[in-house]
């Protein structure tokens, strides 16, 4: 994880440094896709933005994708959430 959040961290900065309005954390480039969120998934995505995020200039949002099926179950959600303290949650499925 600390690689992880070392490169997102040295993006993170170039970006702010280049005037973005916001930043979106997602998993976009994880494989193989998940079906439904895991535990291991979830805990992942809310370390990473919660320790990134003393370095945010700029408004966040995170989005945990989840696919290729629907599925609206609201279970992923609060626990991200309440450990980023993030008001907004987007669950891409």
């Known amino acids: 994880m600390s690689a ?6 040295a993006d993170l900065a170039r970006l702010q ?3 973005i309005d916001a930043v979106m954390f ?6 193989p896709y998940l079906l439904k ?3 291991e998934s979830l ?10 995020k003393r370095d945010l200039k700029v408004p966040f ?13 609201p279970s992923a959600s609060p626990p991200a ?3 980023t303290r993030d008001p907004h949650r987007r669950l891409c499925l």
Not at 4 to 9: K, L, N, R
Not at 26 to 31: I, K, M, V, Y
Not at 66 to 72: E, K, Q, S
């Open 37 to 39: 969120a895991t535990p």
């Open 4 to 9: 992880v959040i070392d490169w997102v961290a």
């Open 81 to 83: 959430r309440a450990s």
């Open 61 to 73: 949002r995170r989005q945990l994708s989840v696919g290729p099926r629907r599925h609206r179950g």
């Open 43 to 52: 805990a992942a995505m809310a370390t990473a933005v919660g320790i990134l």
């Open 17 to 19: 440094a280049g005037g």
């Open 26 to 31: 997602g998993n976009e480039g994880d494989r």
